[in-house]
């Protein structure tokens, strides 16, 4: 398993934008697919978007289809996921997961098999 910390999480007002960072360590970066998740309170935590080890296939969910933007840059062992347009509904702890193996990140994640996680990072949108 890789290790992986989250950052970039903050107060920002619906229709701006974060860039959230997902730093892994501990092994090879690049033979890993991550994701993103998000955890708003009072719900279940939910995927938002995944991408495959070479960064050549991505997937999102419908909420954030157009708005988020998941990519890697596995010479700095770091994911990220640029969120724009952001909602007041988009507000949550954002979670990175990384999985070796995967063809299929969505279908890995409703499996339940993302194993390496962060510890989150809250995302909060005003009105």
């Known amino acids: 398993q890789v290790q992986l910390v989250e950052s970039g999480g903050d107060l920002v007002q619906a229709g701006g934008s974060l860039r959230l960072s997902c730093v892994a360590s501990?092994?090879?970066?690049?033979?890993?697919?991550v994701a993103w998740f998000r955890q708003a309170p009072g719900k279940e935590r939910e995927f938002v978007a995944g991408i495959t080890w070479s960064g050549s296939s991505s997937v999102y969910a419908d909420s954030v289809k157009g708005r988020f933007t998941i990519s890697r840059d596995n010479a700095k062992n770091t994911g990220y996921l640029q969120m724009n347009n952001l909602k007041p509904e988009d507000t949550a702890v954002y979670y990175c997961?990384?999985?070796?193996?995967?063809?299929?990140?969505?279908?890995?994640?409703?499996?339940?098999?993302?194993?390496?996680w962060g510890q989150g990072t809250q995302v909060t949108v005003s009105s």
């Open positions: 501990g092994r090879t970066f690049s033979g890993y697919a």
């Open positions: 997961a990384a999985e070796r193996g995967v063809v299929d990140p969505l279908v890995t994640a409703q499996r339940g098999l993302f194993g390496s």
